[in-house]
């Protein structure tokens, strides 16, 4: 017997970690896993044969989150998740939440601008051409705004789990991928700004990222709350699982709860340390800034600021 239209078998077997972890692909995110990664090593060696440096760290933070995407969407988890409202619930955190951070500490972007060749002559555009372009126009400040990216990421629970369209993505392969890519470009663009590894049209200081981190939080801990808190199931599409899961539909809700509410908290605390080493590292590179200016001037401004307390003095006396 088919589910949803997926043309998936309903007779899984109880899930299991082991289980959930065998490898079963969907040929979309395996695909774009594989040109990710290409694409992000062909950038690494292009840098390099021309003599250029590029952070290791950066290439494994790259990699890590393509992996993690490839971990919900290329293993038999994808399968569960269709039959399992708490496994489908751990896709879509890792997707939405864990993944995006990752990806954007592996700097694509920076890294894109630096590998892609420039024009061949001046007055024409090339692939660095069309990319600063893109990143300058004014679609990109409309949706890395926080005006528009934190509505777009509290919707994103409750717009789309809260009202029919859930179902209705769920009753196809098309509308379940179109469902996770969404999932994915919804965290990146929710991040982008926030993480501010890569360059981008909306660069709040170190304060205001911490402020719209902690704007959209909570919602994902209020929707994991109203999950565990609810007497019957709220997904129709979930509202039935398969006889040979061996599970309840209202226990597998709450565990859906769960998992929403604790990924609330794991995001925070990833990006919060991350910041917290940006701005570490930034104020680290202004002191050098400004010993250099020091040295060269051989401290211009405190010398006169000594002065001026000298002159204080003097009319004191």
Not at 247 to 266: H, K, T, V
Request: charged share 15%.
């Amino acid at each position: 017997m088919d589910h949803s239209g997926h043309g998936m078998t309903m007779d899984l077997p109880p899930f299991t970690l082991g289980r959930g972890l065998e490898l079963s692909p969907d040929p979309f995110f395996l695909i774009g896993c594989l040109l990710g990664l290409g694409l992000y090593g062909w950038g690494v060696l292009r840098l390099r044969r021309r003599g250029d440096s590029w952070p290791v760290s950066r290439t494994v933070l790259f990699t890590v989150g393509v992996l993690s995407v490839a971990l919900v969407m290329c293993t038999k988890l994808n399968d569960y998740g269709m039959v399992m409202f708490s496994v489908h619930m751990v896709q879509h955190m890792v997707i939405s939440m864990l993944s995006p951070i990752v990806l954007l500490l592996g700097a694509p972007v920076t890294l894109a601008l630096r590998a892609l060749p420039v024009a061949a002559r001046r007055g024409s555009k090339g692939p660095r051409e069309l990319l600063l372009a893109l990143l300058h126009s004014r679609y990109m400040r409309i949706v890395t705004h926080p005006v528009f990216t934190i509505p777009l990421f509290i919707a994103s629970l409750y717009a789309l789990y809260f009202t029919p369209l859930f179902d209705f993505l769920m009753g196809s392969k098309t509308g379940h991928v179109a469902m996770m890519v969404h999932f994915l470009a919804v965290g990146l663009v929710f991040f982008w700004p926030i993480m501010g590894v890569d360059p981008g049209p909306h660069r709040p200081g170190y304060v205001m990222r911490m402020l719209e981190l902690f704007a959209g939080m909570p919602f994902h801990a209020f929707f994991g709350i109203a999950l565990m808190m609810a007497t019957e199931p709220m997904i129709k599409a979930y509202e039935n699982p398969p006889a040979s899961l061996g599970i309840d539909a209202l226990a597998d809700q709450n565990a859906a709860g769960g998992i929403a509410w604790a990924f609330s908290e794991i995001p925070s605390v990833l990006v919060l340390v991350a910041l917290v080493f940006q701005w570490y590292r930034s104020e680290q590179r202004e002191a050098r800034r400004i010993d250099r200016a020091a040295d060269r001037d051989g401290d211009k401004d405190l010398a006169a600021y000594n002065a001026y307390l000298a002159s204080l003095q003097a009319r004191g006396q």
